[in-house]
């Protein structure tokens, strides 16, 4: 019987549960033809962003105004494509106990640091160096295997604290005392009940510290946003090339909405999931749980991290990359 009413109190977490898991399930499967529709409509508001771009020499209230709403809205369906960001943020918050400030501020720094990186390298190269684009490419290619290497450096990075974390708990193993679990307890930090509670703020801090954010941002943002480089190229041929900041920026603030978007309802996750299973699983598991679930965060950006860096290609042509 107490058992039977821990679990018909915790009934509102394993709705939300389900409901959660449905709303997952509908939208993958439906992910290709939402992929599809955004890459159709990046592609009509790519069209209307450099019209107006030619217009804005004439009309610059008008059209500048017009072309910083278009570049917010470019920047948000942009950033719902497949991207190495995402899948570095993804793991990242879902294998780490991050606070929800720091998630925020990760995917903030790193969205506008992408921009950022755009905007500066076709600005030393094509403004203040006088290359041609085709130099300002082989940049950015080596910008993007640079930014890949990262994402295979903080892998490593976090795969050693995992696996330090275990051999310290190896060692530890003969005073590792386990607790009885009562069926009807009222949990609390300081209890000593054996069960698992939220991270405290010292597991926390340890998980993602400030090493690993920095790691995390560079490998996200190091790689220059390619929307940002073709409206900057643009701008500059057509002589506009300030605005061509403007919405290159711009556009960086609406891939941060999107991303951190993603990185809200991936932390909130992580943390609701902790909620519904923190009377069922024993502090000595969780103390092993934590540098496991950490370590398969690890290779799986590693793995990915070297995928991108064996797929990406130099652009040849002395042209603008195509949509």
């Known amino acids: 019987m107490p058992l039977m009413k821990v679990s018909l109190r915790r009934w509102p977490l394993w709705l939300a549960a389900g409901i959660i898991i449905l709303l997952g399930a509908t939208f993958w499967l439906h992910w290709p033809q939402i992929l599809l529709q955004s890459v159709l409509w990046q592609r009509e508001l790519h069209q209307q962003m450099t019209q107006l771009l030619q217009q804005v020499a004439a009309q610059p209230q008008q059209a ?55 905007i500066v390298l076709v600005t030393l190269m094509l403004v203040i160096l006088q290359t041609s684009s085709r130099q300002l490419h082989l940049s950015s290619f080596w910008l993007e295997k640079g930014s890949y290497l990262l994402v295979i450096g903080l892998g490593v990075w976090i795969g050693y604290r995992a696996l330090k974390s ?61 929307g940002a480089i073709m409206m900057l190229l643009f701008a500059k041929v057509i002589g506009v090339y300030l605005w061509g900041v403007v919405s290159a920026g ?53 793995v990915a991290g070297v995928a991108l860096w064996q797929s990406v290609q130099p652009v040849m042509s002395s042209g603008i990359r195509p949509f």
């Open 250 to 302: 711009v556009m960086a603030a609406g891939t941060a909405l999107t991303i951190s978007a993603i990185g809200l309802i991936v932390q909130r996750s992580r943390t609701f999931a902790q909620r519904l299973g923190k009377n069922n699983v024993a502090a000595s598991n969780i103390r092993l749980f934590m540098p496991l679930l950490a370590l398969s965060g690890s290779l799986i950006l590693i």
């Open 166 to 226: 275990l051999w310290r708990l190896w060692r530890s193993r003969p005073t590792m005392t386990l607790y009885a679990i009562q069926a009807v307890h009222q949990h609390h930090k300081h209890c000593g009940c054996g069960h698992a509670h939220l991270p405290d703020a010292q597991q926390i801090s340890e998980a993602v510290n400030w090493k690993t954010q920095l790691l995390v941002v560079m490998s996200m943002g190091l790689r220059p946003c390619s």
């Open 64 to 118: 500048g105004f017009s072309l910083v709403g278009f570049s917010l809205i470019y920047g948000v369906l942009h950033a719902l494509g497949p991207g190495h960001g995402k899948v570095v943020i993804t793991t990242f918050l879902a294998t780490h106990p991050a606070k929800l400030k720091t998630s925020m501020r990760l995917t903030l720094l790193a969205s506008l640091l992408q921009g950022s990186t755009a």
